[in-house]
């Protein structure tokens, strides 16, 4: 299968997962993950339509994105790897989106940057649900008393939270205690679900899901 009608039927997926939760299918934005994938390859999708990318390294972003986006206005591109402070500068003036915000030196980085470029990426903080020590994201303990310190320490406005499920476990039981922590602090985007379970996430309130191989292939 192409890359397009791949992404046709990840939208058909997802319109149908929205129905089944009785969702609106206007509130779930597929960031489509082209991580590894080269320009070439991400064009054919450009042009059928998809705007919102996402990509896992800053680095490798920072080499395609910025000439696929001269030439295609209204991308929207998303970081959804693991961040670190020193490349906040670069990540805030290319990204749309942070879904890995997860530490304090983090958000002091970001929140300096914010302020300096005048930019307002939308800001994710990610939920470690899996407690996995290899894996970021800030334990579901400390969750609640990390998100208060954005806003009261660092004036970081978070909208949402992220997480990634443990390979080997069911999903459903992490996205269902993110949206937990997301609706007891008030958090209304909720990135979750990926090629293998984007519509468990959706019935489960997820506002992002961030779909690679399904539409570009196996890496
Ligand atoms: C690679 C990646 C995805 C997409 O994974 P697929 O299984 O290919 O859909 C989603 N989220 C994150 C954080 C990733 O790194």
Same mark, same amino acid.
């Given at each position: 299968?192409?890359?397009?009608?791949?992404?046709?039927?990840?939208?058909?997926?997802?319109?149908?997962?929205?129905?089944?939760?009785? =969702?609106?299918?206007?509130?779930?934005?597929?960031?489509?993950?082209?991580?590894?994938?080269?320009?070439?390859?991400?064009?054919?999708?450009?042009?059928?339509?998809? =705007? +919102?990318?996402?990509?896992?390294?800053?680095?490798?972003?920072?080499?395609?994105?910025?000439?696929?986006?001269?030439?295609?206005?209204?991308?929207?591109?998303?970081?959804?790897?693991?961040?670190?402070?020193?490349?906040?500068?670069?990540? +805030?003036?290319?990204?749309?989106?942070?879904?890995?915000?997860?530490?304090?030196?983090?958000?002091?980085?970001?929140?300096?940057?914010?302020?300096?470029?005048?930019?307002?990426?939308?800001?994710?903080?990610?939920?470690?649900?899996?407690?996995?020590?290899?894996?970021?994201?800030?334990?579901?303990?400390?969750?609640?008393?990390?998100?208060?310190?954005?806003?009261? +320490?660092?004036?970081?406005?978070?909208?949402?939270?992220?997480?990634?499920?443990?390979?080997?476990?069911?999903?459903?039981?992490?996205?269902?205690?993110?949206?937990?922590?997301? =609706? =007891?602090?008030?958090?209304?985007?909720?990135?979750?679900?990926?090629?293998?379970?984007?519509?468990?996430?959706?019935?489960?309130?997820?506002?992002? +899901?961030?779909?690679?191989?399904?539409?570009?292939?196996?890496?």
């Amino acid at each position: 299968m192409t890359a397009t009608a791949a992404l046709v039927s990840v939208r058909a997926q997802i319109a149908r997962a929205c129905k089944d939760a009785n =969702r609106n299918s206007a509130e779930v934005t597929l960031v489509a993950v082209s991580k590894t994938f080269v320009a070439e390859a991400i064009e054919p999708v450009i042009e059928a339509g998809q =705007r +919102v990318f996402g990509e896992n390294r800053v680095q490798e972003a920072k080499g395609k994105w910025p000439a696929l986006m001269q030439k295609h206005p209204g991308i929207e591109l998303h970081l959804i790897g693991p961040l670190q402070s020193n490349k906040a500068k670069e990540a +805030v003036a290319l990204f749309d989106a942070i879904h890995s915000v997860d530490r304090d030196s983090l958000c002091e980085a970001l929140a300096k940057e914010i302020a300096a470029q005048k930019r307002a990426p939308l800001l994710f903080a990610q939920i470690n649900t899996g407690a996995e020590p290899q894996k970021a994201g800030v334990l579901p303990e400390a969750a609640d008393a990390f998100l208060k310190k954005c806003a009261d +320490v660092h004036g970081l406005k978070i909208s949402g939270l992220m997480c990634i499920p443990p390979a080997e476990e069911a999903p459903g039981p992490h996205f269902a205690l993110t949206a937990k922590i997301a =609706r =007891r602090n008030g958090l209304k985007l909720l990135s979750m679900g990926m090629s293998a379970d984007f519509a468990d996430a959706i019935l489960l309130g997820a506002t992002h +899901v961030r779909v690679g191989s399904a539409i570009f292939g196996g890496r």
